[in-house]
C-alpha cells in the first residue's frame, strides 16, 4: 500500500523518529514522509515508533492508498526529497 505519514514529534525525539521513518520511508519535507510499505512492514514501523513516542505529547498520521496510482500529487517551491534522496 502507498502511505502518507506525517508527525509532530517533541524535539528530544525527533531525531529517533527520524532516523526510523528514514528507514522505511522516503523523506519528503519536514515532518513528512511517503512510499510503499506492506501492511506487515507498516505494522512494524508503528510498533518501533510506539516505543518512541510519548503518546501524551506526540503524534503521528498515516494516509494509505492501495497504490500510489490514486495520488495525485501537487507541490509548489522547493523539493526537499530530492536534496535527501542520495541517502536513501
Not at 506487515?40 to 506526540?58: N, Y
Not at 492508498?65 to 536513501?88: A, H, R, V
Amino acid at each position: 500500500m502507498y502511505c502518507i505519514l506525517v508527525y509532530d514529534i517533541n524535539e528530544k525525539r525527533v531525531a529517533k523518529i527520524l532516523k526510523l521513518m528514514r528507514g522505511y520511508l522516503n523523506w519528503i519535507q519536514n515532518s513528512v514522509f511517503e512510499g510503499e510499505l506492506s501492511k506487515g512492514m507498516l505494522d512494524e514501523l508503528m510498533f518501533k515508533a510506539g516505543k518512541i513516542i510519548h503518546k501524551e505529547e506526540d503524534s503521528i498520521i498515516i494516509y494509505t492508498l492501495q497504490n500510489q496510482k490514486f495520488l495525485d500529487k501537487l507541490s509548489m517551491g522547493i523539493d526537499k526529497s530530492e536534496k535527501t534522496s542520495n541517502f536513501l
